[in-house]
Nanobody, 126 residues
Framework: QVQLVESGGGLVQAGGSLRLSCAAS????????MGWFRQAPGKEREFVAA????????SYADSVKGRFTISRDNAKNTVYLQMNSLEPGDTAVYYC???????????????????WGQGTQVTVSS
């Protein structure tokens, strides 16, 4: 069983930055990946970014490329999402998720991830 705890959300003005953290505990495997998703009110949960623990390979949604950066600290079992140039459209609850299985490609669908955090609210004001 893996427990995920997100932190770092808050209220920020458009153009500002935030860094989200996701601390993973109970992790007993190393060949898995972590993802960030977000869900705005009235919308489906959508993929934001993913990273593989082993080699640090990454994947991003087109909407955040060049603005968001996902990274990991294996020693701390923590994944980060650095969000720059934030826009009101980035307002959502952000969720951290863990994929148990080693796959050829990083996954971008919610169904591929086995464990989820409780989420952290990010609000970007215009």
């Amino acid at each position: 069983q893996v427990q995920l705890v997100e932190s770092g959300g808050g209220l920020v003005q458009a153009g500002g930055s935030l860094r989200l953290s996701c601390a993973a505990s109970g992790r007993a495997f190393s060949n898995d990946a972590m993802g960030w998703f977000r869900q705005a009110p009235g919308k489906e949960r959508e993929f934001v970014a993913a990273i593989r623990w082993s080699d640090g390979s990454t994947s991003y949604a087109d909407s955040v490329k060049g603005r968001f950066t996902i990274s990991r600290d294996n020693a701390k079992n923590t994944v980060y999402l650095q969000m720059n140039s934030l826009e009101p459209g980035d307002t959502a609850v952000y969720y951290c998720a863990a994929d148990r299985y080693r796959r050829v490609r990083l996954q971008v669908t919610t169904g591929a991830y086995d464990y989820w955090g409780q989420g952290t609210q990010v609000t970007v004001s215009s």
